[in-house]
């Protein structure tokens, strides 16, 4: 059921993303009625069903989005087709206001020289007056994208990066992977970004492909085509056994200084997680200077 938020005397209304029967899926919701160019202050209206039953206290108008974000992980907020670049950017910020006022990877000079497989084989560019937001995408992107002139973005296949072939018949016919599960982190010398926003202009909407975990298990999902798919690390947790929640609870990372460059000659799983180990690791020293603190 949805709830609903006062906004300047407007009502907007949020709704758990629809699943389909049998999905487990506990996190993210879908708001309506919202400008981000131009957001007032709300306050969030109880409902008994709904997943922010608990938020009865106002807020200011950024503050309770964020709250909703803590609070459901992914939050998709309709109707931004007028926001400009800057504005998304001024939102971020919002957000997170200690944060630096830069992008979690850093300059896109700074991206293009150490991005490694991030930056190598795909155009990013920084869009005009709001380089901290960057432009991914495929194709032609028009006569003026934004202030970005008569521009052919390039990107290869998704699963040209995978430790095993998917051949060109089977692609064509709608079978396809996830390319790599991750978080935007440099996962070096920069923390983590605690809010990261996704602006989608224009995808594909068919037809259906049907995405397979190609890792033996049969696993396959039918969905849309040029989405992106999220999962939650606290569902994830909740559903593991005790045993596996030791593990998780015991377990730590370290990750090699400048990672996308350390693992830029090496290929990915076709289920998209982890690195296939073959090997083809860089040597440390071949990383240039970094600081073994950071």
């Known amino acids: 059921m949805p709830s609903a938020i006062n906004a300047n005397g407007a009502t907007l209304r949020i709704e758990p993303l629809p699943k389909d029967a049998g999905k487990k899926t506990n996190f993210g919701v879908v708001i309506h009625d919202l400008d981000?160019?131009?957001?007032?202050?709300?306050?969030?209206v109880q409902n008994q069903q709904s997943p922010l039953a608990d938020q009865t206290e106002a807020d200011t108008d950024v503050d309770a989005l964020k709250k909703a974000i803590w609070e459901n992980k992914v939050v998709i907020v309709k109707g931004q087709k007028d926001l400009p670049p800057?504005?998304?950017?001024?939102?971020?910020?919002?957000?997170?206001?200690?944060?630096?006022k830069v992008h979690s990877h850093g300059s896109l000079k700074t991206f293009n020289k150490q991005g490694g497989i991030l930056s190598a084989s795909r155009d990013v560019i920084g869009m005009p007056g709001a380089e901290n937001v960057r432009l991914i995408g495929k194709g032609y992107q028009g006569a003026d994208h934004y202030g970005i002139k008569d521009k052919t973005v390039k990107k290869p296949l998704s699963h040209d990066w995978h430790v095993t072939e998917l051949p060109a018949e089977e692609f064509e016919s709608g079978h396809t992977r996830f390319q790599r599960w991750h978080l935007d982190a440099p996962l070096y010398e920069r923390d983590p970004a605690w809010f990261t926003t996704l602006r989608c202009i224009k995808r594909p909407t068919s037809p259906k492909v049907t995405v397979h975990w190609d890792d033996g298990s049969g696993q396959t999902l039918e969905t849309e085509p040029g989405l992106t798919a999220f999962l939650s690390n606290v569902q994830t947790y909740d559903l593991m056994t005790p045993d596996e929640k030791a593990m998780a609870d015991h377990s730590w990372?370290?990750?090699?200084?400048?990672?996308?460059?350390?693992?830029?000659?090496?290929?990915?799983?076709?289920?998209?997680?982890?690195?296939?180990?073959?090997?083809?690791?860089?040597?440390?020293?071949?990383?240039g200077e970094w600081n073994p603190k950071l």
């Open 36 to 44: 981000l160019s131009n957001i007032g202050g709300m306050t969030l």
């Open 86 to 100: 800057i504005k998304q950017w001024e939102l971020v910020t919002r957000f997170d206001p200690d944060a630096p």
């Open 253 to 287: 990372v370290e990750y090699a200084p400048h990672p996308y460059q350390w693992m830029g000659n090496c290929r990915g799983n076709p289920n998209g997680l982890g690195v296939a180990s073959q090997g083809y690791e860089k040597p440390l020293e071949e990383l």
